[in-house]
């Protein structure tokens, strides 16, 4: 497309909006038909190497905004030898189908806690989060995945999955989003609070006497507005992204499971690309991703406020409270290490950087 004025090409924007796939006469079944697409065929298209980037955060988070310098970046840094495309708030399907699909290869690049291996490579689960509580601050995430550990999760996750951790970006610490005000654990009791897909979630919230109600990610919304759930866990930004103060007024500050999100590169697509091009791939994520962790920090707070901008009660948890929380799921890090002897020796290697 060329301006009308000067006649130069106007350069085209790779993010899309679910209201414009669906303006542009792409449905749902569509939309479902493509993330399934292999890309294997695309590998060689004309504008260059296609990289299709699909993921589930909010529009105008953090993550989804590092993900969209990402695509530029790409796009022009490798003068048009990849072309990159970037889908995001679950445009190219759920969390669990976008992570299945950076491991097989029908999408190339996507965003996941580790916690999301807990099948396959529980060790890696470990540095997700899992259990909860296992990060004491943000300098205690960034001695584990900034240095030598996170080396190696990215290493173990290549070997067991086929999906290469490039770089990691965060959402930060989560949080109890709820219709009814919970300030202590007798208040929790009974909340039915949707949770990932994973046993360790589960198992977490169980312990602290909840009732977990696994749903997929953009089920939420609906889900706490017809009842199915009366609260959810979630980050300040996905919270306000995803509009779903406004089905639940309350928010307990809990700080009780901070989430990394791996940058998750598909490894067979990674490694058809030149030399040159992998750098490239690799150290702008490096760049870009950092960035984005320490904008998620920075805006962390006024994120918050605009919850609370919102009517969004905030109720914080007492030292005493805290603690109560924290001992009732202490014992899931023994049970959780049990898996292996490596997510044993992966919890206490964490757990001694704090």
């Not at 090409?9 to 303006?23: D, E, L, S």
């Not at 977990?212 to 953009?218: E, N, R, V």
């Not at 901008?309 to 109720?315: K, L, P, R, S």
């Amino acid at each position: 497309m060329k301006n009308a004025k000067t006649g130069r090409p106007v350069r085209q924007k790779n993010h899309f909006t679910r209201r414009g796939v669906i303006k542009a006469g792409l449905g749902t079944a569509a939309m479902a038909t493509l993330a399934a697409t292999p890309l294997v065929g695309t590998a060689l298209a004309a504008k260059g190497v296609e990289f299709r980037i699909g993921h589930a955060e909010a529009i105008g988070s953090p993550l989804t905004e590092a993900f969209e310098k990402w695509t530029n970046v790409l796009n022009e840094q490798s003068d048009g030898r990849i072309h990159a495309l970037h889908f995001p708030a679950g445009q190219l399907g759920n969390y669990t189908q976008l992570i299945e699909g950076s491991r097989i290869g029908t999408i190339h690049a996507t965003a996941g806690g580790p916690d999301t291996e807990e099948a396959v490579a529980p060790e890696i689960a470990a540095a997700g989060g899992a259990p909860g509580f296992i990060y004491a601050n943000e300098e205690h995430v960034d001695r584990v995945l900034q240095g030598p550990l996170g080396e190696e999760i990215s290493r173990i996750a290549r070997e067991k999955t086929g999906v290469e951790f490039v770089a990691y970006g965060e959402v930060g610490f989560r949080h109890v989003l709820s219709k009814e005000p919970v300030t202590n654990l007798d208040e929790l009791k009974g909340l039915k609070v949707r949770v990932p897909e994973l046993k360790i979630w589960i198992d977490f919230w169980r312990k602290l006497g909840a009732n977990p109600t696994p749903l997929p990610y953009g089920d939420q919304y609906s889900a706490l507005s017809t009842g199915v759930i009366s609260g959810l866990e979630a980050d300040f930004f996905s919270i306000k992204g995803f509009q779903w103060y406004e089905q639940a007024k309350h928010l307990t500050l809990s700080y009780h499971w901070f989430l990394p999100k791996a940058i998750r590169v598909n490894g067979a697509w990674l490694d058809a690309l030149p030399g040159d091009l992998q750098d490239l791939v690799r150290s702008s994520a490096t760049q870009i991703f950092g960035e984005q962790r320490q904008a998620n920090r920075d805006n962390a707070a006024a994120a918050l406020d605009d919850l609370k901008a919102e009517g969004v009660a905030v109720h914080e948890l007492s030292a005493e409270e805290k603690a109560r929380w924290v001992q009732a799921t202490d014992s899931l890090f023994e049970e959780f290490g049990q898996k292996s002897p490596e997510t044993a020796a992966m919890i206490a290697n964490i757990r001694a950087l704090a």
